[in-house]
């Protein structure tokens, strides 16, 4: 066996069996009304390619090539005509699950327990599109023996996310599309988990929207004291109204999403058959 075969190997059984991805890419978009009465939000293009790419992309430039993709709607089957078995991006599985309705971001996770396994896992939000990558903060909760960890990113309009107060570097608490924001900053659509976090979506009640929210489970990891954080480099939009598809299709179109050293961005997908 050659070192590469060698490397390669360490890689698959180090990283891909320890660290799942999770795409969350449910809802009925009705924000995008109509553009998605007859396509599924995540589906629709940004630039030069569909929604659903960007995050597929930020997982499997972390490493993470086993995904599976939470979907909804009337249009679930397009995902998998879309994406196949995954190999346009060389994923070593790539599994499907659907959520019924619109219960949140914490209800879509919860129906990923089956394929987690046990492991540790990258949520993602299908609407959220970097300028870079997630690596260094992979690392970083890689490092954790458990809990979570949460990426910030300092916004205009805070009050659109769940938001932390933040004293001495150190976050006090999460609140969920706060009236008067105690920051400038947002949780971004990028979560770190482990196993735990099943349990603590269990223990969650509805809330006022009727949903249950990804900030309570990310406040119970803080009240542990195991949840970590970090600023993310470059710009971060989500894609889930008309204002911000448009200004990340036109981030994307400027400067690029997904970009790693090296390589910069990544190549666009094409079949041999196309002309």
Known sequence: MSDREVLAWVYFKGV?????????AGGKGSRLYPLT???????????DRPM???PIQTLVDAGIRDIIVVTGGQNSGDFLRLLSNGKDFELHRIHYTYQEGEGGIADALRLAEPFVEGEKICVILGD??????IMAAKDV???????AHIILKEVPDPERFGCPEIAAGEILEIEEKPKSPKSKF???????????VFAKIGKTKPSLRNELEITDVNNMYLR???LTHSILDGWWTDAGTFESLLRATNLVAESGANKIPVRGIPPRHSRSSDS
């Open 16 to 24: 891909a069996k320890h660290m799942k991805g999770v795409v969350l």
């Open 186 to 196: 947002a949780v971004t659509g990028i979560y770190f988990y482990d196993a735990t």
């Open 128 to 133: 959220n599109i970097i300028e870079n990558n």
């Open 224 to 226: 542990e004291r195991t």
């Open 52 to 54: 659903i790419y960007y």
């Open 37 to 47: 009465r007859v396509t599924n939000k995540h589906l629709l293009p940004v630039f």
């Open 141 to 147: 909760f890689e490092k954790q023996s458990s809990g």
